[in-house]
């Protein structure tokens, strides 16, 4: 058994590599920007969700 055949079984028998031989990316990937722009203070002005906080007297309009 030659050096590279050791080399692709350890690769196979990792389970870090598909068939394709590149890394698979995990589910999340997170992204503060857009998560901002959707959940943010300003996304929330947009709304009526701010205002309506305004009016009951919250100490805090926004996380």
Known sequence: ????EKIYI???AS???N???VAMKR???PNNHRKSKKL???ARMKTKIINNRRRK??????H
């Not at 058994?1 to 590279?4: A, L, R, S, V």
């Not at 007297?57 to 926004?62: A, E, F, N, Q, T």
Request: proline content about 0%.
């Open 10 to 12: 350890i690769y196979k």
């Open 27 to 29: 589910t999340y990937q």
């Open 1 to 4: 058994m030659t050096n590279e």
């Open 40 to 42: 943010g203070f300003m």
């Open 57 to 62: 007297g919250r100490k805090v309009l926004s």
């Open 15 to 17: 389970g870090k590599y």
């Open 19 to 21: 068939d394709g031989g």
